[in-house]
C-alpha cells in the first residue's frame, strides 16, 4: 500500500503543522483526512478558505476539488485510515509545566477505534518519554500489541513558517519508533513524502532531538540580548560587532538580538525539557538564565524606549508584532508584551502590522494603522519590533523624530539615508 499509495491517512490537528502536511500528503497522491475539533477551522476549509499563511486558497480549493483530501470534526473516521499523524498544540500551563492535554485526548479517540495494522505518528513537539510513557498505554487499552498489532513512532515536526528554501518536504525528517518495525514502517511510509528521512533508535531520542535544536537556539539567541543590553550601556553597536565576528570563517555562528524570544516552539520547547530534567533530579542552568532573559529583554525594550523619550506619556508607533518576518502569526509574541507594558506604563501606543490588521491588547481592540508622513511625524519615538521585508525605512528615516530599531533595520549604507546617525544599541534619531 506504501509503494502505490492507496494508504488513507488522517492528520489529527490543522493548525501550523497539520494543514501543511496535509497538503504535502494530497500533492505526494494520498487520500487524507483532516480532523480537528475547532468547527471553525472546519467550516473555513471547506469553504476554500486558508487561514495559515504558507497555504493559499487556491492550493486549498485544489486538494477539495481532488476529492482526496476532506475534513471533518468526526473521530470515528481515525476507524477508516492506515496511518494516524498526530499533529495538536503542545502549550504550557500557567505555571509552565507541559500541557498534553491535546495529546491525551487524540490519543484516546484514537485508542477507542484503533484498527489492526495501523500506523499512529506523534509529531507535537514534547519532552522525552511522552511517546512510550503517555501515548503508548492509553493506545493499549484497546487490547491490542504494539509492533504486532498497531505500530507507534515519533517524528518531531519541522515547520519554519514563510522559509520559503526550506519547506515541509526538503527538510530532513527524524523518526524513531517504539519497536524496531514501527520505526521501519514508518521509514518506507515518510521516504514517499520527504527529501531525507533520518532514523534514531527510540522515540526518546526523536522527542529529544527537537528540544535540543529549539533550546540550542534560545540559549544562544538569549545570550545575544544580553550582549546587546551590555552594549547599550557601555556605548557599542552590536550589530556592528556581530558583523565583525561573522567574518571569521571558523568557530563563530552568528546569531542575532531581538525584543525577546517569541513563536510557539523556540520559547516552548526549553521549559519542556526543563521539566523532564526536574523529574529526573536535574537541571538546567543555561535554560534557567536564558528564561529569564528573554523576559528582561522585553523590560529592557519598555525602559529604554521611556529612556529616549524622556517624558512620561509620549506617543510610541509600534512597527510590527508577529514574532517573525512576513508572516501572520502573533503566538506567544514578546511585541504584544511590549505594547501592554507600553500602556501600563502611560503611553499612548499605536501599530501597524501588514499581517495583523487588529489585535485585543488588554482586552480592548486595536486596529492597525496606515503609515503616513503625517501619522510618524506626530509620533515621538518608533519602535520597530519586526523587520518585515515591505517596512518602509525611507519613510520613517524621513519623518521619524526617533527610530528605536531593534531588528538592525537600519544599518550599513542605509544609515546614510536622511540625517540619520545610529546611537548605539539600535537607537537611530
Not at 484503533?114 to 484497546?142: A, F, N, W
Not at 510590527?320 to 511590549?338: C, E, F, V
Not at 515591505?390 to 520613517?396: E, N, V
Amino acid at each position: 500500500m506504501i509503494k502505490d499509495k492507496t494508504q488513507k491517512i488522517a492528520v489529527i490537528g490543522l493548525g501550523f503543522v497539520g494543514l501543511p502536511l496535509a497538503m504535502l500528503l494530497v500533492s505526494k497522491g494520498f487520500r487524507v483526512t483532516g480532523v480537528d475539533v475547532d468547527e471553525k477551522k472546519i467550516l473555513s476549509i471547506k469553504n476554500g478558505k486558508s487561514y495559515i499563511g504558507d497555504i493559499n486558497d487556491d492550493l486549498l480549493g485544489k486538494a477539495l476539488q481532488s476529492k482526496s483530501f476532506t475534513v471533518t470534526s468526526n473521530y470515528d473516521e481515525l476507524g477508516k485510515v492506515d496511518v494516524i499523524i498526530i499533529c495538536v498544540p503542545t502549550p504550557l500551563n500557567h505555571d509552565q509545566s507541559p500541557n498534553l492535554t491535546y495529546v491525551r485526548n487524540a490519543a484516546e479517540s484514537i485508542s477507542t477505534r484503533l484498527q489492526d495494522g495501523q500506523l499512529v505518528v506523534l509529531e507535537s513537539s514534547t519532552y522525552p518519554g511522552t511517546t512510550r510513557d503517555l501515548v503508548l498505554p492509553i493506545l493499549e487499552k484497546s487490547g491490542k500489541q504494539v509492533g504486532k498489532d498497531f505500530y507507534l513512532s515519533y517524528s518531531p515536526e519541522r515547520v519554519d513558517p514563510g522559509n520559503k528554501q526550506y519547506e515541509i518536504e526538503n527538510t530532513p525528517k527524524v523518526v524513531g519508533g517504539i519497536t524496531n518495525q514501527c520505526s521501519e514502517n514508518t521509514i518506507k511510509l515518510y521516504k514517499q513524502i520527504y527529501s531525507e528521512v533520518v532514523p534514531v533508535s527510540s522515540t526518546e531520542a526523536a522527542e529529544f532531538t527537537k528540544l535540543l535544536e529549539n533550546t540550542y537556539r534560545f540559549v544562544n539567541i538569549s545570550f545575544m540580548n544580553e550582549m546587546a543590553m551590555i552594549c547599550n550601556e557601555i556605548g557599542i553597536n552590536i550589530w556592528e560587532v556581530i558583523y565583525a565576528a561573522s567574518t571569521k570563517p571558523y568557530g563563530y555562528h552568528p546569531f542575532y538580538p531581538g525584543p525577546g524570544i517569541s513563536g510557539h516552539c523556540i520559547p516552548v520547547d526549553p521549559l519542556y525539557l526543563q521539566y523532564i530534567m526536574e523529574k529526573k533530579g536535574l537541571s538546567s542552568q543555561f535554560i534557567h538564565l536564558s528564561a529569564q532573559l528573554n523576559k528582561e529583554i522585553v523590560d529592557f525594550i519598555v525602559k529604554r524606549s521611556f529612556d529616549i523619550i524622556g517624558k512620561d506619556q509620549p506617543s510610541i508607533f509600534i512597527y510590527g508584532l508577529t514574532y517573525k518576518k512576513d508572516i501572520g502569526d502573533i503566538r506567544d509574541s514578546r511585541a504584544i508584551d511590549i505594547f501592554n507594558q507600553l500602556i501600563e506604563r502611560g503611553a499612548e501606543v499605536s501599530y501597524h502590522d501588514p499581517f495583523v490588521p487588529e489585535v485585543m491588547i488588554n482586552g480592548i481592540k486595536q486596529k492597525s494603522s496606515p503609515i503616513t508622513a503625517e501619522t510618524i511625524s506626530k509620533q515621538d519615538l518608533i519602535l520597530i519590533l519586526t523587520d518585515h521585508t515591505d517596512i518602509p525605512s525611507d519613510l520613517l528615516a524621513e519623518h521619524a523624530k526617533l527610530i528605536f530599531d531593534t531588528r538592525a533595520v537600519f544599518k550599513g549604507d542605509s544609515l546614510n539615508k536622511g540625517n540619520i546617525k545610529q546611537l548605539g544599541n539600535g537607537l537611530l534619531v
